[in-house]
């Protein structure tokens, strides 16, 4: 009976001494931290009333004349070095790597394998799977699915041009969904080899699917807090974060592929055949010379998973902030028509590869505006050995200490980026990129561990724009939102109402 009594008091206090412990980490090794939430950590108000990227901004805001190159930081319960100064971001990113591999983030091969993705994943498997992946997105790769999403673009000016009148003043669209459909339609060609056809019929299965992807949770709040704040513990607990229908869907249509293609000996120039090929060799040789098993089902399923996330919500946001931008900026909209339109005229008005890499000032648009919108707020990276910070020998990133840096922060920092709420393509100009450090600008990470599919999101953003540009004049009208309203509930940058412009022939 006592030993009972003694249970029910002695376990609570030491949850509460450990939790206590963990949230005061920071502030025991002198290193400021603004006082976390018991329970939310430093993003209280995240999925109810606080932006992640607002909070991001003025936790940056208020250190980054600190003196401290990190400072100490909680997503939820997880302790973070968060990377105040550049300089460090680039050690961790890049010249230290080595140390900083893996991103601690939550997967379960054995029970809940969608989660089990490139970007997920760590250590040796993260390696392994990189060295697969990589040579499916090299130049060579991108040229064999560009007229897929050529003809997904020709389709899209179709559908804009049957609901815009040739008469002045056009008509008003609502352009985040469509550039959602676009994109949905070129990931399912280059991912799945499926027609979606979501730009002619807006509600599919597979759009749906997409959509609850990346807005539903399967778990509660009390399981979602142990996901992102312990992955090793609820991996143990073999818990699963990817909900029953959605893991459903993807793994059917992924085994239907496979198995249509495999029947009908279908060979297509897209990213599913070049995994379904590393399946069928059985084993991969690696660039030190190791050999390794080919991919399993499960594997293949989760590397298309989030081919097609990443895929379609990246750069349809990117587009339709483009968009939004450039309907305010008429002179910017009217110059890179005259500088889409000039390219093409050297190239037989044909929209080419070598047509699109040639469009300059469309690249500084977009960067310009991933720069502004940045759509993930930040990177993650996980300490694997003690750190010492270089130039300061009494700090030290522990073993085990998650690192955030905060890149949506760092593209509005007034001292990197003069006047930082001004729509500016001008700072990507060659000169101006040549005297800035590349960690200044992280819509795609940086060094070993960027995004591995950083040229077809850039590609597909590239003709989508400029075949809209060329198309289409683009203009504010009464039911612009201007500003924008984003999501809270949201960890990529989203809106809460769509983007409605005034859209005219040109």
């Given at each position: 009976?006592?030993?009972l009594?003694?249970l029910?008091?002695?376990?609570?206090a030491?949850?509460?001494?450990?939790?206590h412990?963990?949230?005061?980490?920071?502030?025991?090794?002198?290193?400021?931290?603004?006082?976390?939430?018991?329970?939310?950590?430093?993003?209280?108000?995240?999925?109810?009333?606080?932006v992640?990227?607002?909070?991001?901004?003025?936790?940056?805001n208020?250190?980054?004349?600190?003196?401290?190159?990190?400072?100490g930081?909680?997503?939820?319960?997880?302790?973070?070095?968060?990377?105040?100064?550049?300089?460090?971001?680039?050690?961790?990113?890049?010249?230290?790597?080595?140390?900083?591999?893996?991103?601690?983030?939550?997967?379960?091969?054995?029970?809940?394998?969608?989660?089990?993705?490139?970007?997920?994943?760590?250590?040796?498997?993260w390696?392994?799977?990189?060295?697969?992946?990589?040579p499916?997105?090299?130049s060579?790769?991108?040229?064999?699915?560009?007229?897929?999403?050529?003809?997904?673009?020709?389709?899209?000016?179709?559908v804009?041009?049957?609901?815009?009148?040739?008469?002045?003043?056009?008509?008003?669209?609502?352009?985040?969904?469509?550039?959602?459909?676009?994109?949905?339609?070129?990931?399912?060609?280059c991912?799945?080899?499926?027609?979606?056809?979501?730009?002619?019929?807006?509600?599919?299965d597979?759009?749906?699917m997409?959509?609850?992807s990346?807005?539903?949770?399967?778990?509660?709040?009390?399981?979602?807090?142990?996901?992102?704040?312990?992955?090793?513990?609820?991996?143990?607990?073999?818990?699963?974060?990817?909900?029953?229908?959605?893991?459903?869907?993807?793994?059917?249509?992924?085994?239907?592929?496979?198995?249509?293609?495999?029947?009908?000996?279908?060979?297509?120039?897209?990213?599913?055949?070049?995994l379904?090929?590393m399946?069928?060799?059985?084993?991969?040789?690696?660039?030190?010379?190791?050999?390794?098993?080919?991919?399993?089902?499960?594997?293949?399923?989760?590397?298309?998973?989030?081919?097609y996330?990443?895929?379609?919500?990246t750069?349809?946001s990117?587009?339709?902030?483009?968009?939004?931008?450039?309907?305010?900026h008429?002179?910017?909209q009217?110059?890179?028509?005259?500088?889409?339109?000039?390219v093409?005229?050297?190239?037989?008005?044909?929209?080419s590869?070598?047509?699109i890499?040639?469009?300059?000032?469309l690249?500084?648009?977009?960067?310009?505006?991933?720069?502004?919108?940045?759509?993930?707020?930040?990177?993650?990276?996980?300490?694997?050995?003690?750190?010492?910070?270089?130039?300061?020998?009494?700090?030290?990133?522990?073993?085990?200490t998650?690192?955030?840096?905060?890149?949506?922060?760092?593209?509005?920092?007034?001292?990197?980026?003069?006047?930082?709420?001004?729509?500016?393509?001008?700072?990507?100009?060659?000169?101006?990129?040549?005297?800035?450090?590349?960690?200044?600008?992280?819509?795609?990470?940086?060094g070993?561990?960027?995004?591995?599919?950083?040229?077809?999101?850039?590609?597909?953003?590239?003709?989508?724009?400029?075949?809209?540009?060329?198309?289409?004049?683009?203009?504010?009208?009464?039911k612009?939102?201007?500003?924008?309203?984003y999501?809270?509930?949201?960890?990529?940058?989203?809106?809460?109402?769509?983007?409605?412009?005034?859209?005219?022939?040109?």
């Amino acid at each position: 009976m006592w030993a009972l009594i003694y249970l029910l008091f002695a376990i609570p206090a030491l949850i509460a001494y450990i939790l206590h412990r963990n949230l005061n980490y920071w502030r025991n090794r002198g290193i400021p931290q603004e006082t976390p939430h018991p329970f939310y950590g430093n993003i209280k108000g995240f999925k109810k009333d606080r932006v992640l990227h607002n909070i991001h901004q003025e936790y940056y805001n208020k250190f980054r004349k600190s003196g401290f190159p990190f400072v100490g930081f909680h997503f939820l319960h997880k302790r973070s070095a968060y990377i105040i100064d550049s300089k460090l971001a680039k050690n961790v990113l890049i010249k230290d790597f080595s140390n900083f591999t893996d991103r601690g983030l939550f997967h379960n091969e054995r029970d809940d394998p969608l989660s089990a993705h490139l970007f997920n994943l760590d250590g040796k498997r993260w390696k392994e799977m990189r060295q697969r992946l990589s040579p499916t997105f090299t130049s060579g790769k991108m040229k064999f699915m560009f007229p897929t999403v050529i003809k997904v673009s020709e389709e899209l000016v179709n559908v804009i041009s049957e609901q815009v009148p040739a008469k002045a003043g056009g008509s008003i669209i609502e352009i985040k969904e469509l550039m959602a459909r676009f994109t949905t339609d070129v990931i399912g060609c280059c991912a799945f080899g499926i027609e979606c056809n979501t730009l002619r019929t807006p509600v599919t299965d597979f759009r749906t699917m997409a959509q609850r992807s990346l807005t539903e949770m399967r778990n509660g709040k009390f399981l979602t807090f142990l996901i992102f704040s312990f992955p090793n513990l609820a991996r143990k607990l073999r818990i699963r974060k990817v909900p029953n229908d959605i893991h459903e869907f993807f793994m059917r249509l992924v085994n239907e592929t496979i198995t249509y293609r495999e029947k009908e000996k279908i060979k297509r120039n897209d990213f599913m055949e070049m995994l379904i090929e590393m399946k069928q060799k059985g084993s991969y040789t690696l660039e030190n010379g190791e050999v390794v098993k080919g991919l399993d089902i499960g594997e293949l399923a989760a590397q298309v998973f989030v081919f097609y996330l990443a895929g379609f919500e990246t750069s349809s946001s990117t587009m339709s902030y483009a968009l939004y931008e450039l309907a305010q900026h008429q002179d910017i909209q009217d110059k890179l028509r005259d500088n889409i339109n000039s390219v093409l005229e050297k190239h037989n008005d044909k929209l080419s590869y070598e047509c699109i890499k040639e469009m300059r000032y469309l690249d500084q648009i977009i960067s310009e505006t991933l720069r502004l919108y940045t759509i993930v707020p930040h990177l993650e990276r996980k300490a694997l050995n003690d750190y010492v910070v270089p130039g300061h020998p009494k700090l030290v990133i522990e073993k085990g200490t998650q690192v955030i840096i905060p890149a949506t922060a760092y593209h509005r920092d007034e001292d990197l980026y003069p006047d930082p709420e001004m729509f500016d393509p001008e700072r990507f100009s060659a000169e101006q990129v040549a005297n800035r450090d590349s960690v200044e600008w992280l819509p795609f990470g940086d060094g070993p561990r960027n995004c591995v599919g950083m040229r077809f999101g850039q590609m597909q953003t590239r003709i989508g724009l400029a075949q809209l540009i060329k198309n289409f004049k683009f203009s504010v009208c009464d039911k612009t939102e201007i500003p924008l309203t984003y999501d809270p509930r949201s960890f990529v940058l989203g809106t809460v109402y769509g983007i409605n412009l005034r859209v005219e022939r040109v």
